[in-house]
């Protein structure tokens, strides 16, 4: 919702927050799961606890595809851009954010961000919007007075080694190029800038992004009671969010990809997203998430596969590798970003650690977030109804299984261990 450039006499603020509460729009959403894009508006904000562990399935579902980065929904999706106002034929240059998230006016609080282009008034009226990323529609519909003509998509991503979930909406449109069921890919045209039905406001693109999938379509907190903490919890900032999520990993475009389920003591192998080989795992001593160095814990995250050895190894714990060491580059950026909040790395080294996870490359482990993690074999065979927590923080296959498991899983690999 917009609180600049009106140039009709306003409704009484009542009946503006009543038809800004107004669920005429609402219908049940098609169940898409939960949706929680963490607690905060970047890569590495604490997420919050998924309602139930996935398995290897559920993890790689894809009803449609998943998101591999998100832009901004106008111009050259990167914030900025040319456009030409069509009544004038002027070319205007560039996007601006006319009323903020979670700004507090006249309305209450705002729920998204209100984007004008900037030649201001109705310039942008018919400006192609774009879909943020791959997705599927979920509301293309109008939606009544103040809100007018809304499309609301559905997206996953994969962040650290979490899957998570996020709705953006997009209100006041002029045309709606979708229909509810379409799958759409980032950057597909799926609206045009538009008004309120009323014209009370000049054209604009109102743009949220939704944590709470609940929501109706035309939800306004401020009608419900809700402070700016609550907003915060259920919604994103955008221009955050968009930022920090330019590109991401998608695992079923992976071509060598390890899934590790630690509750299950189980690792799934697939190439190109399809499964193959299953393998049973021991873990590290330590019960729970990898935090510093020594704790003996196996790390829960997104990691690649930096080295491969197979033979002899020296040392008085040599034996324990089983003759196979597949490591992987342990801490990531989540880990390094953890790490700096703690105060168990500087900035540099969170920032040095981050640019080699990114190349795939081996990073930092001269830290108290500790490193040498990957698989290996064993000193001797186990079993798995016998102690699984064996390693000082590796996971550990079977001596029958470790040969064959090293042949399988190529220099580069995603592995993902949740």
Sequence with gaps: ????????????????????????????????????????????????????????????????????????PFGDGDGGGTYTDDATGKRHAGWYVATRFAEVYSLGIHTGEDWNGAGGGDTDLGQPVYAAANGRVRVARDCGRLWGNVVIVEHFFYENHERREILSLYAHLNEMRV?????????????????????????????????????????????????????????????????????????????????????????????????????????????????????????????FVTQ?????????????????????????RFDAARGRAAGLVTTAQESAIAAAWERRAPTLEKTRLGGGIGFHG???????????????GGVVLHLSDISVFYEQVPTGAMVVIF
């Design 378 to 392: 064993w000193a001797r065979e186990w079993e798995n109804d016998g102690p699984r927590h064996l390693s000082w």
């Design 1 to 72: 919702m917009k609180k600049h450039d009106t140039h009709a006499a306003p409704l009484p603020l009542l009946l503006l927050l009543a038809a800004l509460a107004s669920h005429s729009c609402w219908r049940a959403p098609t169940p898409a799961g939960s949706v929680a894009s963490g607690a905060g508006d970047t890569h590495v904000a604490e997420a919050r606890t998924p309602t139930r562990e996935p398995d290897f399935d559920e993890y790689m579902r894809a009803d449609f595809a998943p998101a591999d980065g998100f832009d901004f």
């Design 308 to 332: 491969k050895h197979r033979g002899e190894f020296p040392g008085a714990y040599g034996a324990y590798y089983g003759g196979h060491w597949v490591k992987v580059n342990y801490p990531n």
């Design 179 to 303: 229909r509810e069921g379409d799958v759409v890919r980032r950057r597909q045209t799926i609206a045009t800038v538009g008004q309120d039905p009323e014209k009370l406001f000049k054209a604009h693109l109102h743009f949220e992004l939704r944590r709470d999938a609940a929501l109706a379509p035309t939800y306004w907190p401020s009608s419900d009671g809700k402070d700016v903490a609550w907003v915060r919890e259920h919604y994103a900032e955008p221009t955050a969010f968009i930022k920090s999520r330019r590109k991401l990993h998608v695992p079923q475009a992976e071509p060598a990809l390890v899934l590790v389920d630690q509750r299950r003591y189980k690792a799934r192998l697939y190439a190109g997203g399809r499964a193959g080989a299953e393998y049973d795992v021991s873990l590290g001593q330590g019960v729970g998430e990898k935090q510093v160095e020594g704790d003996n814990k196996t790390p829960k995250g997104m990691y």
